[in-house]
């Protein structure tokens, strides 16, 4: 998983309420929204990032475990590609 980079959709638009996120996809005219941690990793890919960096992000702001981490991270990625939320590329 950490050949690959991950960034924020183009039409995404993210606005922090009291430490949780509304997301809205312009394009799919759809919003969803996230837990403070999602938060935490759609700021994060701002930028393009890998996995391991999303998951470093977290530890960086949260007190768990380097598995939870992981784990967190990858499902929440799983269901922001499969929202078109997120984008994987080479």
């Known amino acids: 998983m950490s050949d ?3 960034i924020r959709h ?3 638009r993210l606005t922090e309420l009291e ?3 509304v997301v809205l996809h312009l394009k799919a005219r759809k919003y969803f929204s996230v837990n403070e941690t999602g938060l935490t990793i759609l700021e994060a890919l701002k930028q393009p990032r890998t996995f391991d ?3 470093t992000a977290i530890l960086a702001e949260y007190e768990v475990t380097p598995q939870a981490a992981a784990e967190t991270t990858k499902a929440f ?4 590609l499969s929202a078109n939320v997120v984008e994987s590329i080479a």
């Not at 990625?77 to 922001?80: F, K, M, N, P």
């Open 77 to 80: 990625l799983d269901h922001c």
């Open 10 to 12: 183009d039409d995404l």
């Open 53 to 55: 960096e999303l998951v």
């Open 4 to 6: 690959f980079r991950y």
């Open 19 to 21: 430490g949780e996120g």
